[in-house]
C-alpha cells in the first residue's frame, strides 16, 4: 500500500521485470525478443549483460552498473523528459550517445523535441558548425530538426536553393540566433534583391536578430547594387563576399560599401571564405550524417515526390518549386574564373585607412592662400577624420520605404 502522502507524486510499478509509470504516459515498449523468451517470463534482459570471453576462450557475462541501465531507460524515453538543464555535461554525453545508439534522433517524430532538449542544455556542445554546402534535400527533410540546434557560429548554406522565400529565413533571424551565429554562407541560392530585403526585414524593422554576424557571403547571386543597403543593419559586420554578383568592381562599389557598410575591398581573396575548411562539428555530427546516409538509400521516386511534397509546402507555387528543383546552383564553372571573379571586402584598421585617406585628400584638393577658405577647409578636414575613426552612420528605424512598409504588413 501507498501512503496517501504520495497520492499526488509519480508513482512506478515494477512487473515482471518491466518498469512503468502509473500515469497517462506510455512508456517505450521493450524490444521484441524470440518466441523462447516470450514464455519464459524469468529470462533476464540481454543489454543489462555485458559478454565477454576469458582467457580460456569461456563466455562470460557481467552485469552493468545501475547508472549504465537507467541511462539506457531514459534514452528510450528521452521524448518524455522535460529538461536536462542544470545536468553535468558527462552526463548529458553519455545520454546523448545513447540516444544516438538506439536511433532515437532518426526517427522524424521524436528527434525534433530530443534535439531542442539536449540544444536548450548544452547548447554550442551539441553543434556549433553545421555545414550543408550544397545538400539540398537534406536541408529540405530535416528543416524541423535543425532548427532546434539554436546555438550555432557558423551555418553553410552554399548552393541549397533558397530562392527568394524560405521557411529558414525566419530561423536565420530569430532570437535564438542572435547571440550565437557569427559566419553565415548563403551563396548561389538564386538570391535576389527582393530576397535579401525579405531576410533583413525583422532586423531592419524590429531591430533583433543577427546581432553578432560578423561574416557574409551572398556570392554567386543575382543581387545588385541597391541591395547593399539592406545590410546597413548588421551592426557587426566586418567581412562580406559578393563574387559573381550583379556588382561590378571599381570606384563607384568601393566608394558605396564604404559609405553604407565601412568595408574595403580586399587585394587578394580572405581565407575566411575557403569552403573547404568549413564543416559540421558537435555532438550531433554523426547524427548529421547519419540523416544524409538515410536519405541516400530512400527509393528514389519515393524521395522526389518526398521532396517535391515538401517543396509545395514551403514555396506555394508548383511552377516555382519545379523551376528551383531543376536549377543548379550559380556556382562558377573553374576556379580561374572564381579567382579573377572575387570581391572581398573586410572592415580595415582604423588608422591605416585614415591615413590612407588623408593623403588622397591631400592630392585631390590644392591649397588656397585665402584665410576663409583655410578656416572652410579645416573644417572639412575634421569632418572627413572623424568619418573615416568610424563608418557612415547606419538608418534609422524610422526612416522605412514604401516596400519596406508594405513587406512589415505581410508579417
Known amino acids: 500500500m501507498c501512503d496517501s502522502s504520495m497520492d499526488n507524486g509519480t508513482i512506478y510499478v515494477r512487473e515482471r521485470g518491466n518498469l512503468r509509470r502509473v500515469s497517462d504516459i506510455v512508456l517505450a515498449q521493450p524490444k521484441p525478443v524470440s518466441s523462447c523468451r516470450r514464455t519464459n517470463p524469468f529470462v533476464l534482459k540481454k543489454e543489462h549483460f555485458v559478454f565477454t570471453y576469458n582467457a580460456e576462450?569461456?563466455?562470460?557475462?557481467?552485469?552493468k552498473s545501475l547508472f549504465d541501465i537507467t541511462l539506457l531507460f531514459v534514452a528510450d524515453n528521452i521524448h518524455h523528459v522535460d529538461s536536462l538543464v542544470g545536468f553535468p555535461e558527462q552526463i548529458g554525453d553519455r545520454l546523448f550517445a545513447a540516444a544516438e545508439e538506439n536511433r532515437?534522433?532518426?526517427?522524424?517524430?521524436?528527434?525534433?523535441?530530443?534535439?531542442?532538449?539536449?540544444?536548450?542544455?548544452?547548447?554550442?556542445?551539441?553543434?556549433?558548425?553545421?555545414?550543408?554546402?550544397?545538400?539540398?534535400?537534406?536541408?529540405?527533410?530535416?528543416?524541423?530538426?535543425?532548427?532546434?540546434?539554436?546555438?550555432?557560429?557558423?551555418?553553410?548554406?552554399?548552393?541549397?536553393?533558397?530562392?527568394?522565400?524560405?521557411?529558414?529565413?525566419?530561423h536565420l533571424?530569430?532570437?535564438?540566433?542572435?547571440?550565437?551565429?557569427?559566419?553565415?554562407?548563403?551563396?548561389?541560392?538564386?538570391?535576389s534583391d527582393v530576397g535579401l530585403q525579405r531576410l533583413t526585414a525583422p532586423i531592419r524593422m524590429m531591430r533583433k536578430g543577427l546581432d553578432c554576424l560578423q561574416l557574409l557571403d551572398v556570392s554567386h547571386n543575382p543581387i545588385s547594387e541597391r541591395a547593399l543597403r539592406y545590410l546597413t543593419c548588421l551592426p557587426k559586420l566586418e567581412k562580406l563576399d559578393v563574387s559573381g554578383t550583379g556588382l561590378?568592381?571599381?570606384?563607384?562599389?568601393?566608394?558605396?560599401?564604404?559609405?553604407?557598410?565601412?568595408?574595403?575591398?580586399?587585394?587578394?581573396?580572405?581565407?575566411?571564405f575557403d569552403h573547404s575548411r568549413c564543416k559540421t562539428e558537435g555532438w550531433a555530427?554523426?547524427?548529421?550524417?547519419?540523416?544524409?546516409?538515410?536519405?541516400?538509400?530512400?527509393?528514389?521516386?519515393?524521395?522526389?515526390?518526398?521532396?517535391?511534397?515538401?517543396?509545395?509546402?514551403?514555396?506555394?507555387?508548383?511552377?516555382?518549386?519545379?523551376?528551383?528543383?531543376?536549377?543548379?546552383?550559380?556556382?562558377?564553372?573553374?576556379?580561374?574564373?572564381?579567382?579573377?571573379?572575387?570581391?572581398?571586402?573586410?572592415?580595415?584598421?582604423?588608422?591605416?585607412?585614415?591615413?590612407?585617406?588623408?593623403?588622397?585628400?591631400?592630392?585631390?584638393?590644392?591649397?588656397?592662400?585665402?584665410?576663409?577658405?583655410?578656416?572652410?577647409?579645416?573644417?572639412?578636414?575634421?569632418?572627413?577624420?572623424?568619418s573615416n575613426h568610424s563608418p557612415p552612420t547606419k538608418r534609422s528605424p524610422s526612416d522605412l520605404t514604401a516596400e519596406d512598409i508594405e513587406l512589415l504588413n505581410s508579417y
Open 173 to 191: 533571424t530569430s532570437t535564438s540566433l542572435a547571440n550565437s551565429l557569427i559566419q553565415l554562407f548563403i551563396g548561389g541560392n538564386s538570391l
Open 248 to 272: 561590378k568592381l571599381g570606384s563607384g562599389l568601393k566608394t558605396t560599401i564604404w559609405n553604407l557598410l565601412g568595408l574595403i575591398c580586399s587585394d587578394k581573396p580572405l581565407d575566411t
Open 57 to 63: 576462450g569461456s563466455l562470460r557475462y557481467t552485469t
Open 104 to 170: 532515437v534522433f532518426s526517427n522524424a517524430d521524436i528527434s525534433p523535441k530530443a534535439l531542442r532538449l539536449f540544444s536548450d542544455a548544452y547548447g554550442q556542445i551539441v553543434l556549433g558548425s553545421l555545414c550543408l554546402r550544397n545538400r539540398f534535400p537534406l536541408l529540405h527533410e530535416r528543416i524541423d530538426e535543425i532548427k532546434t540546434f539554436q546555438s550555432l557560429k557558423s551555418l553553410d548554406l552554399f548552393g541549397c536553393r533558397l530562392g527568394d522565400d524560405h521557411e529558414i529565413f525566419q
Open 285 to 386: 555530427e554523426q547524427v548529421v550524417n547519419q540523416w544524409e546516409t538515410n536519405s541516400s538509400q530512400m527509393p528514389k521516386l519515393k524521395k522526389i515526390e518526398a521532396s517535391r511534397t515538401s517543396a509545395l509546402r514551403f514555396f506555394g507555387r508548383q511552377k516555382f518549386v519545379r523551376e528551383v528543383l531543376n536549377a543548379a546552383p550559380m556556382v562558377c564553372e573553374s576556379e580561374e574564373e572564381a579567382k579573377r571573379e572575387r570581391l572581398h571586402f573586410y572592415r580595415p584598421a582604423a588608422n591605416n585607412h585614415k591615413r590612407e585617406k588623408q593623403v588622397s585628400y591631400q592630392i585631390n584638393h590644392p591649397a588656397k592662400t585665402s584665410w576663409n577658405t583655410i578656416k572652410k577647409r579645416q573644417r572639412q578636414s575634421e569632418r572627413c577624420d572623424s
